[in-house]
């Protein structure tokens, strides 16, 4: 159950794209097609941006996609805003029922 | 409108228990896989337990294994979190989480509960 790996920032200026890695194992990531990403402002709760590598919940702008290749799940963030700016974890199915998620990368808006 | 409301959080010593409460509306809870999700101070998310929809099966990380029990009431809506013989590490906001389908990932979050263990 060890955590996946996410850079710890990234930024990106107003109109521009970032995208955001989130490497696992066999075990969770490349294993199974359930990694999912979320979106948390400061003092608020986490938000669900992308379910099951690359599918977005009702409500969620199509500026935000994912993808996944092997071991490694990104998010995608086109015409970058200044709302965008947050923290974003993925979070992959682990086996067994269980879930681990990324240790969180801090997007900065320039 | 989906809504999840923790309650029970608060201070305790270390070696001391809790029950972590959460109550669900806005959406059929007795289908939805349950988890809690916890944050420590200036950390990252940590899955910490869910639970199946009837009840009959659940999950934890490593590192609550033997003291946490996570439980569920369906004609009530609500999920619980019983946590014993509590750590200084365990330290968090919990957040209660729901799915809204198989292997959605976490559709549905709660406001969180801020839960310290300390002296």
């Known amino acids: 159950q060890s955590a996946l790996t996410q850079p710890p920032s990234a930024s990106g200026s107003p109109g521009q794209s970032v995208t955001i890695s989130c490497t696992g194992t066999s075990s969770d990531v490349g294993g199974y097609n359930y990694v999912s990403w979320y979106q948390q402002h400061p003092g608020k709760a986490p938000k669900l941006m992308i379910f099951?590598?690359?599918k977005r919940p009702s409500g969620v702008p199509d500026r935000f996609s994912g993808s996944k290749s092997g071991n490694t799940a990104s998010l995608t963030v086109s015409g970058l805003q200044a709302e965008d700016e947050a923290d974003y974890y993925c979070?992959?199915?682990?086996?067994?029922?269980?879930?681990?998620f990324g240790g969180g990368t801090k997007l900065t808006v320039l | 409108e989906v809504q999840l409301v923790e309650s029970g959080g608060g201070l305790v010593q270390p070696g001391g228990s809790l029950r972590l409460s959460c109550a669900a509306s806005?959406?059929?809870?007795?289908?939805?896989?349950m988890s809690w999700v916890r944050q420590a101070p200036g950390k990252g998310l940590e899955w910490v337990a869910n639970i199946k929809q009837d009840g009959s099966a659940s999950s934890y990380v490593d590192s609550v294994k033997g003291r946490f029990t996570i439980s569920r009431d369906n004609a009530k809506n609500s999920l619980f979190l019983q946590m014993n013989s509590l750590r200084a590490e365990d330290t968090a906001v919990y957040y209660c989480?729901?799915?809204?389908?198989?292997?959605?990932?976490?559709?549905?979050w709660g406001q969180g509960i801020l839960v310290t263990v300390s002296s």
């Open positions: 989480a729901g799915e809204a389908g198989t292997y959605h990932g976490f559709d549905y």
């Open positions: 099951q590598v690359s």
């Open positions: 806005g959406f059929t809870f007795s289908r939805s896989w």
């Open positions: 979070s992959s199915f682990a086996g067994s029922r269980n879930w681990v």
